[in-house]
T-cell receptor, first 118, second 113 residues
Framework: GAVVSQHPSRVICKSGTSVKIECRSLDFQATTMFWYRQFPKKSLMLMATSNEGSKATYEQGVEKDKFLINHASLTLSTLTVTSAHPEDSSFYIC??????????????FGPGTRLTVL | GENVEQHPSTLSVQEGDSAVIKCTYSDSASNYFPWYKQELGKRPQLIIDIRSNVGEKKDQRIAVTLNKTAKHFSLHITETQPEDSAVYFCAASMSGGFQKLVFGTGTRLLVSP
């Protein structure tokens, strides 16, 4: 149980295009999903918290107009990188909390999406 | 906000030795402390976690200790094996709100046969 998927696993795009990444909780409902960015040999940096049915909460320094987040259902959140540039190339990972978790904090991570912008 | 520091950044041990990774946190309201193992290009995998009402937790070769007063927690791996080689991250979060995880900077563990 508690499986999170991400699609695509890898994407290469040209500079200036937009890329959408999907994060799905496969066997549980997630009211809260998180989007992280990880540069090579670095830690996970939280970009935003995605809540079903409401606007995402972005961390300081993250451009909300560039990284569009939509949490349309209890099992799906999407991250769209708009007008991507080479500096947006990174490993993007989502995680989800089971809505039944209450004060139980465990997050379940997706397999990540490697974005390369040429 | 919460800040988590992790040491060492790299750790090399011989197979069979023990490995210890330490983390400190800044916010006394944090009450959940997971440890993740991440292999290259893969998702972080939860290996053990501890809550603030517990001082120590063990799972086979892995143990975590928590000192709330000093605000630090440690991961202990005994009888290390080459397959333990990976990057390990500690994290901290608190109940309430979104329960965001704040990650440490990571420790690259290399276990040599």
């Amino acid at each position: 149980g508690a499986v999170v998927s991400q699609h695509p696993s890898r994407v290469i795009c040209k500079s200036g295009t937009s890329v959408k990444i999907e994060c799905r909780s496969l066997d549980f409902q997630a009211t809260t999903m998180f989007w992280y960015r990880q540069f090579p040999k670095k830690s996970l940096m939280l970009m935003a918290t995605s809540n079903e049915g409401s606007k995402a909460t972005y961390e300081q320094g993250v451009e909300k107009d560039k990284f569009l987040i939509n949490h349309a259902s209890l099992t799906l959140s999407t991250l769209t990188v708009t007008s991507a540039h080479p500096e947006d190339s990174s490993f993007y990972i989502c995680s989800a909390r089971d809505r039944r978790g209450g004060s139980y904090n465990e997050q379940f991570f997706g397999p990540g999406t490697r974005l390369t912008v040429l | 906000g919460e800040n988590v520091e992790q040491h060492p950044s790299t750790l090399s041990v011989q197979e069979g030795d023990s490995a210890v990774i330490k983390c400190t946190y800044s916010d006394s309201a944090s009450n959940y402390f997971p440890w993740y193992k991440q292999e290259l290009g893969k998702r972080p995998q939860l290996i053990i976690d501890i809550r603030s009402n517990v001082g120590e937790k063990k799972d086979q070769r892995i143990a975590v200790t928590l000192n709330k007063t000093a605000k630090h927690f440690s991961l202990h791996i005994t009888e290390t094996q080459p397959e333990d080689s990976a990057v390990y991250f500690c994290a901290a979060s608190m109940s309430g709100g979104f329960q965001k995880l704040v990650f440490g900077t990571g420790t690259r563990l290399l276990v040599s046969p």
